[in-house]
C-alpha cells in the first residue's frame, strides 16, 4: 500500500475560522479558487503539459519528443547528445519546465561553461517563464530555486559545501563531455551532487573513447554499465561504441541523439569553396626553412609534434609562428642553434601575408557579415590590425573570454561590426544565425571541431544558404589536409552525425594522430602521400559500412 | 485554457476582488487595482512601507492586461497574458489563497414564508496527487451531510445548482450540526483513503519496480568494496526520491453550507 499524506494546514485554519465566524470568501472567490487548482492539476502521467504553458514557443516534433521519451521512458535520467544545433537547451528547458509544472521539480541546478551562463538563464526566463538566476552572491545558492553557475565556481569552496547541503530535484549539465575523465574534481564534485533527475548535454559523445561513455554513464546511472571490473573485462576490448551492438543498445537506454537528417528539418544550403593562396617568395622560404627543422633542429622540440604546429603557423601567418619560435628559444638552454637564427632571418624578411590578402578581397567583395576562424591568437590578433588598416571593423572573440563580454561582442559584431575573428576556443555555445559566410581561415585537422565551427551559424534559425569558404596554400599540409579531408572524403558535404559513425566504425580515436604521423615519420613524400591515400580508403570503407553499402548522395 | 477564458477568469478575479475594470474589450482590459489587490500583485513592499510611515496618498497601479493579438491591443503597452505567464500562475496562486474558506446559506426559491430549517453539510475539494517520478493530480468534491454522516460526491456541481447566500435567509433557520467540523474533515479523510485503496496502484507498483532496478545496478556498481563511498548512500537517497510513491491530499478549499433537506 502507498502511503498517504494528508495536508493538515487547511483543516486548522478552517477550524479557526469556524470557532471566529468567520472571515469568509465570497462564493465567486471559492469558485475561482476551484477553477484555479483544476487549470493547475495535471490530468495525465503521461504527455506534456508544458507546450500548453509556452504557447510562444514552437518546439520542433524531434524535441517534443526528446522531452516525452526522457520523461515516459527514461525516467528523467538522460543524456541529450543531438548533433550541434538542433536544440538541445530547447530540449532540457521543455523538460525542466514540465517537472516543474508537474511539481515535481523545485530547486534545479544548472551548470554551463562560463561563457553561457547569461545565456542560459536569458533562455530560461524567456523561452520558458522558469525564473533562472545567475549565481552571483553565494547566498544565492540557498534562497534561489533555479540557479545557473558553471562548475568552476561551483566547485570551490564555499560555494561546494553550500551545494551540497541544498536538495535539488534536478541537475542539468551542459557540455557534459567535459565530465569523461573520473579522476577530474570536477567529476568528483558531480558524482555527489544528489541527482534525482538528471540531464547531461553533450554533441560529442560518440567519438569519445568508450571508458569515457562508461564515466559520463556511471555519472548519470551508476551501474548501468556494469562496475568498472566488469566493463573492463566485456567492453575492454571494444574501441568505439558503434562496434559493439549490446553495449550501444545499453547506452542508447539512456542517451538520446538526434541527427540532422532524422529531423525531416528542411536545412538551408551549404556552399563549400575552396579557396587555394600562392605564397609569395619571402614566405615560401620561411615555409620552407621550418620544414628544414625536420633534420637539424630536432633537438629544440618539446614535444614530437611541434614541426607539425610550426608549419601550421607558417601557413597561418608568421605571427604565429614566430610566438612559437620565441617560446622554444626562451625554454632553450645553451646556444642557438644555426637554423633557428635563420628561421628568424626570415621571419623577419617576410614583409606580406598571402592568406590575409586573399581574405580582405573576399570580404570587400562579400560586403555582408563575416566569421573568420582561425586556430592561432597572434593570428587573430594580426588580422585584426590588419583589416583595420584597410577599414575594416572587426571583433575578436575567444573562449577566454569572461561571461558577459562573450555577449558584448556578439553583440557588437550584430550590430556595428562586419567581421568577427574567433579562435577555436571562441566557438563553443554561441550562436550567430545572423551571419552566413564563414571563412576558415586554417582548417582544423579534427573534423569534429570544423562542424563546431560551422554550427555557429548553420543552425537552426538561419533561414539563409550558408558559404563556408576554406583556406589553404598550395603546396603546404594544408593542401594535404584539405586534399584529404575535404575533397577526397567529402566531410564538408556530409551531414555530420554520419562522420561521428565513420570515425567510430575505423576505431580512429584520433584521427590527428594517424595525420601527424603521415606527415611526421614519412621519409618522403612519396611515402606520406601512401599514408594519406590508405587514411583515405579506411574512411571509404568505414563509410560503406556506416551507410550499409549504399553511396550516400550528398545533399 | 483559451484565450477567452483567461480574459474571463481575469475580470471575475478582479471584480471578486473590489477593483474597478476600467475599460475592457475584445483581448484586454484595463484595471484600477485596490490598495489590497496592489500589495497583493504588485510586489512593491517598499513603496507601500514608505507610504504608510509618511502618511502619503496611496496610489494603488492600474494594469493593463492583454489577452489576444488585434490592432487594438498591439499599439497598447501592457502584460500580454497566456496560460503559461508568471502573472496568470500569480494569479492563480491568490485565487487559491484567498476562496480556501466558505460558509453559505441556501436562498430558497419558494415564496412559501414559513420557516425552513438549513441542513448543515461540509463542503470540501481535495486534490489527490499520484506521484513518484511521475505524476498525476486527481480532483474530488465531496459533502458530508453533519447531521446523518451521508458523503455524497460532486458535491461543488451540485451546490452550482442552488442560489447560495452568506447571510442567512429570512424565514430560515440552521439546524446545529451532530458532527462537529473536525471529526468531519476526518471522516471525509477515511472516506478518501478508502477510496484511494480501491484505486488501481500499478503505476506504484511500476515505479517500485524502476526503483529496484536502479538500486540493483547501483548496488552492483559498488560491489565488493569494503567500505562503500559517500556518493552511493547520495544516489541511494536520490533514488527514492526519485521513485518512491506517495500520494498527497491536499485540501484545495472548503466550507459550511445550510442547505434545504431534498429527498
Known sequence: MVDIEMDETWKKEFIERVEKDGPWSSWEMYELALESAMHLSIP?????????????????????????????????????????????TIEAGLILKEYMIRGLV????????????????????????IPAVQQRKSYVWEQCDVVVSSIDTAKKSPHREIIYKQQYDMVIIDEAHKLKNNKTKNYEFVQNLKKKFCLLLTATPIQNRIEEIFNLVSLLKPGHLGNAEYFAKTYGKTRALQTNEHLKALVNKVMIRNRRVDTGIEWSKRHVKTVLIEFTKEERELYEAVQALKYDGALLFDKPFSLITMLREACSSREALFVTVKNMLD???????????????????????????????????????????????ATQLYLQWFLKQHGITSVPFRGGFKRGKKDWMKELFKNHAQVFIATEAGGEGINLQFCRHVINYDLPWNPMRLEQRIGRVHRLGQTSDVYIYNFAVKNTVEEHILTLLYEKIRLFERVIGQLDDILAKMNFANLEHYLQDAFLHSQSEGEMKIKMENIAAMIEFADKLANGGETYAAT | MQQHEIQRFLERYFRANECDILETDDGYMKVQLSVEMDKELMNRPFYWHYIERTGGVPAPMQLTLITKQTEKTNSLEGERLHFGSPRLHQIFRSAQKRGSFIRLYEESSSCEQTHIPLHPWLGLNVKIAYQCDRKKDHILSLGLHLISGTIIEQFHDRLQKLKLVPKIP??????????????????????????????????????????????????????????????????????????????????????????HPRT
Open chain 2, 170 to 259: 429570512d424565514y430560515c433557520f440552521t439546524i446545529s450540526p451532530l458532527i462537529k467540523p473536525t471529526s468531519g474533515i476526518g471522516r471525509l479523510e477515511r472516506y478518501i483513503q478508502r477510496r484511494i485503496s480501491q484505486d488501481d496502484h500499478t503505476w506504484a507498483e511500476q515505479a517500485k519496480k524502476r526503483w529496484a532496478e536502479d538500486l540493483a545496478l547501483l548496488d552492483h556498481f559498488y560491489e565488493g568494496m569494503e567500505e562503500k563511498p559517500e556518493c552511493y548512500y547520495i544516489e541511494k537517497e536520490a533514488l527514492k526520491e526519485q521513485y518512491k510513491p506517495r500520494i498527497i491530499v491536499s485540501v484545495i478549499n472548503g466550507g459550511l453550507f445550510y442547505l
Open chain 1, 106 to 129: 523545485k530547486k534545479a541546478l544548472i551548470l554551463v561553461p562560463a561563457s553561457l551562463v547569461s545565456q542560459w538563464v536569458t533562455e530560461l526566463n524567456e523561452k520558458f517563464f
Open chain 1, 331 to 377: 625554454k632553450h638552454e645553451g646556444e642557438i642553434p644555426d637554423s633557428f637564427s635563420k628561421l628568424m632571418e626570415k621571419i623577419n624578411t617576410v614583409s606580406t601575408n598571402s592568406k590575409a590578402e586573399k581574405a580582405l578581397q573576399l570580404i570587400q567583395s562579400i560586403q555582408e557579415k563575416v566569421i573568420i576562424f582561425t586556430e592561432y591568437r
Open chain 1, 44 to 88: 495525465e502521467f503521461d504527455g506534456l503539459q508544458a507546450p500548453k504553458h509556452l504557447p510562444h514557443l514552437t518546439p520542433l516534433p524531434h524535441q517534443l519528443e526528446v522531452a516525452k521519451q526522457v520523461i515516459e521512458n527514461m525516467n528523467g535520467k538522460a543524456i541529450l547528445a543531438d548533433e550541434v544545433g538542433l536544440g538541445k
